[in-house]
């Protein structure tokens, strides 16, 4: 299987914004987030499915969820709820997307990923939001 580029992010082949990183698991910022503090958590084993995940990946995974949730939680009390999505869609390689919104709609607004991603401001919210 081909390395996906969450699998080059983990490899150090191509950067990203970290917010945590365990031997399991690794956090970062989504560089088209949907809404401010969008974060995606990946296990460290790249399998298209969360069902496939080894048990001790699985569980890695979702700890880390909770940890990243409670930290956007903390970091952004005004909103309602942080969100939680598993795919393996775009990218093959089951992920967690972490989401701090007030309501549904705030989840499918669309980022232009036709510019360039702003790296600053990814860098600041990592700073925030690391723990």
Do not use: C, W
Request: without cysteine.
């Amino acid at each position: 299987m081909e390395d996906s580029v969450f699998t080059k992010i983990i490899k150090g082949e191509i950067p990203s914004h970290k917010v945590y990183e365990d031997d399991k698991t690794l956090a970062f910022m989504d560089i088209y987030p949907v809404q401010p503090g969008m974060t995606v958590v990946i296990p460290k084993v790249q399998v298209e499915d969360f069902y496939d995940l080894p048990d001790d990946y699985y569980t890695a995974l979702m700890a880390t969820v909770k940890k990243v949730g409670t930290r956007l939680h903390e970091v952004f009390p005004d909103k309602k709820r942080i969100t939680v999505q598993i795919e393996g869609l775009d990218v093959p390689h089951v992920h967690a997307k972490l989401y701090p919104v007030n309501n549904a709609k705030e989840l499918f607004n669309e980022p232009d990923t036709s510019a360039e991603p702003d790296h600053a401001a990814l860098a600041a919210m990592a700073e925030r939001l690391k723990f």
